[in-house]
């Protein structure tokens, strides 16, 4: 079993840059320094690709992997990391640096000597420099390949050793490969043609147990297609974004780094916003809008975000991105599909599609349009085939909408206000879930320690609570509070019994009805309703107190000693309410 080194060698330099940002990624380490390791060791690993989205840190990942694996001298499991970098490049020139970087990062490993590879040295300068007979044997096939003009044999010689050297050392070598698409667009024959196939070459490579590969790459899209063109070979993982102890860990540590001011408040609100996206964690706290240094203000995170968003490294990041999918995809109706998509915040299938957007296209004409969206990484398929759905993602929708929306529908987004409520929404909804749970909590027996934190050792056997709202009440009544809907029940019942006096019309079944209804549902309920009816009958002395003894505004004060004693009393019904539920059974 792996055990984590007790310090890491950052051998290979990370682009990261300060090493102490790196937070986290438990649960990838787990998998990659757990069973996958396991498997590496016991000559089984599957080849890997981690697909994800634009800055979810891959690299940073890789990177991490890498030099953890480094830190390790006497595991026999080495490490070798490279990056298809996106420049055009012959596959002689390609087939040297491959095999010079492999080189490099063999020998640093095997000579504990990082300096290999923080500066690797270019194939010209190994010349003399390789003891080792098969790696020194491998050299010269490509020195001489190259003079004989034989480039593919040249390529067979560098992408093989790696395997090679795993076997003949009974060493395992893992193969981490960075922007791995960019090896079927940069690497040309001696023609001068791009050879859009030499993922091919993996095709039994990836196979090889001795040297698995981990790919990854920033295109998802062309990333996905070699994957899926070496069938099988890969066992697809994705990266997604930081759970929240690890992002608000991110957070502080971004702040330190920054020397920005944040509380346990600002965190939170810095989590709502980012959703741990590591890119939108690190724009918003090294930004070079972050003028104030101050986070604990709300106006400032939302100032920086904002500028973050339309003009800064975020907005970089996705408008680049999406502008040259636009240009690319044939974009009739792109724009509108993704704005509906964003708008209905859930699945839809293409029939809603046509009828809700009026779209002057078929169903067949309509797949493909989403499917070029799909295929983009900007939509993905819902539950099926014929649903389709958007990430939800307020930052990505904020940066689509203030570019595009008012194209499409002459409106312009508030990305301010829309922020605000992003950053409050969720600890809203947080709270909403928490009550939910309390409420099934306490429909079981249950023990008052367990559920207050002063409470004593008292266990609670409940009688069958029932809802406390019928299944009618809409979202919005169901969330108000209890006292305000009773309120809002008896002045529904005064206003109506007002109208039949006054009218002479109709009667007072209704409410009586729908007291029957409610009465022997709710006993807590109706002990409440019952309370505030009462209460409502003495409001007039009340009112007529208060003005006698010439209170400021009469109505005002109404209201505010109505609502203190309502409060009270509530309180206190309820607890007496729920105290004769429990002891009934105590
Ligand atoms: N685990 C992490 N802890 C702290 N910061 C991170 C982490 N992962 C990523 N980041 C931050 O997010 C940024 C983007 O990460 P990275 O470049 O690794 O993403 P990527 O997925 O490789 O991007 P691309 O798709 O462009 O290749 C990094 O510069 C880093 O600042
Ligand atoms: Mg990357």
């Avoid at 300096?115 to 690797?120: D, G, I, T, V």
């Avoid at 090896?183 to 095709?203: C, H």
């Avoid at 003009?311 to 040259?324: D, H, L, N, P, S």
Wanted: net charge positive; hydrophobic share 35%; aromatic share 10%.
């Amino acid at each position: 079993m792996f055990t984590m080194p007790e310090k890491i060698i950052y051998a290979l330099p990370e682009q990261i840059g300060n090493t102490e940002l790196f937070v986290g990624r438990k649960m990838e380490f787990d998998y990659y320094l757990g069973d996958w390791y396991y498997y590496l060791i016991n000559n089984m690993a599957q080849s890997q690709a981690i697909v994800a989205r634009r800055k979810k840190g891959k690299t940073a990942f890789l990177q991490r992997l890498f030099n953890i694996l480094w830190s390790c001298p006497d595991t026999g499991v080495i490490p070798f990391y490279f990056s298809v970098r996106e420049v055009k490049t012959t596959l002689a020139e390609f087939s040297k640096s491959f095999f010079a970087t492999f080189v490099n990062h063999y020998f640093a490993y095997r000579k504990r000597n990082p300096e290999w590879a923080a500066f690797p040295k270019a194939f010209a300068a190994l010349r003399g420099k390789i003891e080792d007979k098969h790696l020194k044997e491998t050299y010269e096939v490509i020195e001489e390949s190259e003079r004989i003009n034989n480039w593919g044999q040249m390529w067979e010689a560098a992408s093989r050793a790696p395997f090679g050297i795993a076997v003949v050392q009974n060493v395992k070598i893992v193969q981490i490969f960075d922007e791995f698409q960019n090896i079927n667009e940069y690497v040309y024959n001696y023609r001068g043609e791009k050879i859009d196939s030499l993922s091919g070459t993996y095709l039994d490579l990836a196979e090889k147990r001795e040297a698995p590969l981990i790919i990854s790459g920033s295109e998802v899209h062309g990333l996905l297609e070699i994957v899926r063109r070496l069938t099988a070979r890969f066992k697809e993982r994705t990266l997604g974004n930081l759970p929240e102890e690890e992002a608000k860990e991110a957070i502080r540590r971004y702040a330190k780094a920054s020397r920005t001011k944040i509380n346990e408040q600002a965190e939170e609100k810095i989590w709502n916003l980012t959703q741990g996206d590591p890119l939108y964690i690190r724009a918003l706290m090294q930004s070079e809008h972050n003028d104030t240094k101050d986070y604990t203000n709300e106006d400032n995170i939302i100032a920086t975000y904002t500028r973050e968003i339309t003009q800064g490294e975020i907005y970089g990041t996705w408008a680049e991105y999406i502008v040259k999918v636009f240009l690319e995809v044939n974009e009739r109706n792109a724009k509108r599909i993704m704005l509906y998509l964003f708008q209905t915040g859930e699945e839809r299938t293409r029939a809603q599609m046509i009828k809700d957007l009026n779209l002057d296209m078929t169903d067949l004409e309509l797949q493909m349009k989403l499917l070029q969206l799909i295929k983009a990484d900007l939509i993905s398929f819902g539950s099926t085939a014929f649903r389709y759905v958007i990430a939800q993602d307020k930052t990505y929708e904020l940066v689509f909408r203030r570019l595009f929306q008012d194209e499409i529908d002459h409106f312009i987004p508030d990305i301010r206000k829309e922020l605000r409520q992003e950053m409050g929404r969720t600890s809203y909804e947080k709270g909403k879930f928490r009550e939910y749970l309390v409420r099934e909590r306490i429909k079981k027996p249950f023990n008052l320690k367990d559920l207050a934190e002063n409470g004593i050792d008292l266990t609670i056997k409940p009688k069958t609570i029932l809802e406390r709202y019928g299944q009618s009440g809409t979202t919005r009544s169901r969330d108000r509070p209890d006292r305000e809907r009773q309120r809002r029940v008896v002045d529904r019942r005064e206003r109506h019994e007002r109208e039949v006096r006054e009218t002479r019309c109709g009667s007072l079944d209704r409410d009586q009805k729908y007291d029957q209804r409610n009465k022997s549902k709710n006993p807590i309920r109706n002990v409440l309703t019952k309370r505030v009816h009462d209460f409502r009958k003495r409001a007039p002395r009340l009112e007529r107190d208060l003005r006698a003894k010439g209170g400021r505004g009469v109505v005002g004060a109404h209201s505010k000693k109505f609502r203190t004693e309502y409060t009270e009393s509530t309180e206190r019904t309820q607890r007496n309410a729920l105290e004769t539920l429990g002891n009934a059974e105590l």
